[in-house]
């Protein structure tokens, strides 16, 4: 089963405004964390932004915001004020741990391109 | 800090040849992670590491592939015999014990003709 669902292959986004990225997660475990990762044309991953699941507050970094929403499994990436640089693939990822696993998943990206 | 080193960048080799991937972790970084990505299957997790020990190689595809760590600071993915399935972005990445945050090397580029 999928345990990390981006459901936009592509989104399309004019310089300047925001854009939401979605992702959807499926754990049954309690302790869980959720990433964004940023991947450029040059290929590195980039990491962005980080949603422990007891965190009380919604991450925030710069011009990233993550929208978390426990109950419905969600952890949406807003970026707000988009740049022309930040065209790129998104990926969102869960880290699972349990008594014997300690990995990060990844879902299959969002492709975002900003025009001017 | 040099950031999690992997060598070489780019690979190209003939079908059956064996391949060798090479990865420094970021120093004092207890977990190390192999990664592959493909258009058609996005980023897989191969294997893990803990502290110098394999943990979770459910992701390997096959007996083809293995990889070790013989100290905590290098890692090794082989793909023995290569096939030209095979060709895919192979990631190494490393995590600190405090820290969330997994940092990705550059990647290795491998095509296997």
């Known amino acids: 089963a999928q345990k990390i669902t981006q459901t936009q292959p592509g989104m399309f986004v004019q310089e300047k405004e925001a854009v939401t990225l979605d992702c959807t997660y499926d754990t049954s475990d309690p302790s869980y964390g959720l990433f964004w990762y940023k991947q450029p044309s040059s290929g590195e991953m980039i990491f962005l932004i980080y949603?422990?699941?007891?965190?009380?507050q919604n991450a925030t970094e710069g011009r990233y915001s993550l929208n978390f929403q426990k109950a419905r499994k969600s952890a949406n990436l807003v970026i707000s004020a988009s740049q022309l640089g930040d065209s790129a693939m998104y990926f969102c990822a869960m880290r699972e741990k349990g008594y014997n696993t300690d990995k990060l998943i990844f879902g299959t990206g969002t492709r975002l391109q900003v025009f001017p | 800090d040099a950031g999690v080193i992997q060598s070489p960048r780019h690979e190209v080799t003939e079908m059956g040849q064996e391949v060798t991937l090479r990865c420094k972790p970021i120093s004092g970084h207890d977990y190390l992670f192999w990664y592959r990505q493909t258009m058609m299957r996005g980023l897989e997790l191969l294997i893990y590491?803990?502290?110098?020990?394999?943990?979770?190689d459910s992701g390997m595809p096959e007996d083809r592939f293995s990889a070790k760590m013989p100290n905590a600071s290098f890692s090794t993915l082989k793909i023995q015999p290569s096939e030209p399935r095979d060709s895919a972005v192979y990631f190494c990445?490393?995590?600190?014990?405090?820290?969330?945050?997994?940092?990705f090397g550059s990647g290795t580029q491998l095509s296997v003709l």
């Open positions: 949603q422990g699941s007891y965190d009380q």
């Open positions: 590491f803990n502290n110098n020990v394999p943990i979770d």
């Open positions: 990445a490393s995590r600190d014990p405090g820290n969330e945050k997994l940092f």
